[in-house]
């Protein structure tokens, strides 16, 4: 029942905004850091952003800082990750991540959505 599910991705022109949502259920997310990846075709998943469990400290890839910001709501258990002035190299699929911040082996990943930046 442990469920992390992501959604808002689609079809957005360079350029444009997309904010995707990461909605958790079956397990406390306020105790989980989580966490946005990314995987390209032929690319290796890599990390976009990530947040502490309150929300207190976030850190970005290099490539998107300054035009994503990761955020969550606890009360709504939900995650979010609002890009803007997307390019096309931002082109993947996007993963929500959580990690329990005590046990670290506490991991659940969602089943990704697709983000394509193109004209």
């Known amino acids: 029942q442990v469920q992390l599910v992501e959604s808002g991705g689609g079809l957005v022109q360079p350029g444009g905004s997309l904010r995707l949502s990461c909605a958790a259920s079956g397990f406390p997310f306020s105790n989980y850091r989580m966490s946005w990846y990314r995987q390209a075709p032929g690319k290796e998943r890599e990390l976009v952003a990530a947040i502490t469990n309150t929300g207190g400290v976030t850190n970005y890839a290099a490539s998107v800082k300054g035009r994503f910001t990761i955020s969550r709501d606890n009360a709504k258990n939900t995650g979010y990750l609002q890009m803007n002035s997307l390019k096309p190299e931002d082109t993947a699929v996007y993963y929500c991540?959580?990690?329990?911040?005590?046990?670290?082996?506490?991991?659940?990943w969602g089943r990704g959505t697709q983000v394509t930046v193109s004209s």
């Open positions: 991540n959580a990690v329990n911040m005590v046990l670290r082996t506490r991991e659940y």
